[in-house]
């Protein structure tokens, strides 16, 4: 038997109201990704990508349709239960990266293990055990700010991975990295699929698309679903 996708977006859409005037962020997409597969898409800028990542991620309510997560009908949850299971099943890799200046690494990572009411022992156990797998042990006692770019890539993917969530959300997680920085960032991508993860990811690099990481690329534009290609 086929196991149940991992995320369904039905019918979504998403309008913002812009000084007075009602932009279609998102319209009509339906989407399903399957889970431990990887979905990436791709698009110009405001084709609607990161859009539909915050839906997938909960940051956000759907304007029409609906968004279904490891088998939950999120339209019918209040903010404390959108909270609930974002924190359960998904961690978000953002651009910016978002890590805290003036915070060690290893309190950045740790800081969404806070709302699960881990004591400070527990939560750096974990912190320091996630940081070790992605070669980050000894950067824990650095600042965000000392860091390089793809060393804060791989510190926010340390943050994203800490409370070992079943979904894995990027928004152009190799952008303005160099190749070495892309290829380790992939490998640890290609690892956690094996593991079992799914991902759900953004991107206009073309060594991200032509890595093979991919299971499915769904081209948007305009906010619209423009093409859904699969493997085999």
Request: net charge positive.
């Given at each position: 038997?086929?196991?149940?996708?991992?995320?369904?977006?039905?019918?979504?859409?998403?309008?913002?109201?812009?000084?007075?005037?009602?932009?279609?962020?998102?319209?009509?997409v339906t989407l399903e990704v399957?889970?431990?597969?990887?979905?990436?898409?791709?698009?110009?800028?405001?084709?609607?990508?990161?859009?539909?990542?915050?839906?997938?991620?909960?940051?956000?309510?759907?304007?029409?349709?609906?968004?279904?997560?490891?088998?939950?009908?999120?339209?019918?949850?209040?903010?404390?239960?959108?909270?609930?299971?974002?924190?359960?099943?998904?961690?978000?890799?953002?651009?910016?990266?978002?890590?805290?200046?003036?915070?060690?690494?290893?309190?950045?990572?740790?800081?969404p293990l806070v709302p699960r009411?881990?004591?400070?022992?527990?939560?750096?156990?974990?912190?320091?055990?996630?940081?070790?797998?992605?070669?980050?042990?000894?950067?824990?006692?650095?600042?965000?700010?000392?860091?390089?770019?793809?060393?804060?890539?791989?510190?926010?993917?340390?943050?994203?991975?800490?409370?070992?969530?079943?979904?894995?959300?990027?928004?152009?997680?190799?952008?303005?990295?160099?190749?070495?920085?892309?290829?380790?960032?992939?490998?640890?991508?290609?690892?956690?699929?094996?593991?079992?993860?799914?991902?759900?990811?953004?991107?206009?690099?073309?060594?991200?698309?032509?890595?093979?990481?991919?299971?499915?690329?769904?081209?948007?534009?305009?906010?619209?679903?423009?093409?859904?290609?699969?493997?085999?």
């Amino acid at each position: 038997m086929n196991a149940k996708p991992a995320i369904i977006l039905e019918g979504v859409s998403k309008t913002y109201s812009i000084a007075k005037k009602e932009v279609n962020a998102l319209m009509n997409v339906t989407l399903e990704v399957s889970p431990g597969r990887c979905c990436m898409l791709v698009g110009p800028s405001g084709s609607g990508k990161t859009t539909l990542l915050n839906l997938a991620a909960l940051l956000t309510r759907p304007s029409a349709g609906r968004v279904v997560l490891f088998g939950k009908d999120t339209n019918s949850l209040g903010e404390y239960g959108l909270d609930r299971l974002r924190r359960q099943f998904i961690g978000v890799v953002f651009q910016a990266f978002n890590l805290l200046g003036g915070l060690n690494v290893l309190d950045n990572v740790t800081l969404p293990l806070v709302p699960r009411g881990m004591g400070p022992k527990e939560r750096k156990e974990a912190g320091m055990a996630t940081l070790e797998r992605l070669g980050l042990g000894g950067f824990a006692a650095l600042r965000a700010e000392q860091l390089s770019g793809g060393e804060q890539q791989r510190v926010a993917i340390a943050r994203a991975l800490v409370g070992d969530p079943s979904l894995m959300i990027a928004d152009e997680p190799t952008s303005n990295l160099d190749e070495e920085n892309v290829l380790a960032i992939l490998e640890i991508l290609a690892k956690l699929k094996e593991e079992g993860k799914t991902l759900l990811l953004s991107s206009h690099d073309a060594r991200v698309l032509e890595c093979g990481l991919a299971d499915t690329v769904v081209r948007l534009k305009n906010g619209a679903l423009q093409s859904f290609a699969a493997k085999g």
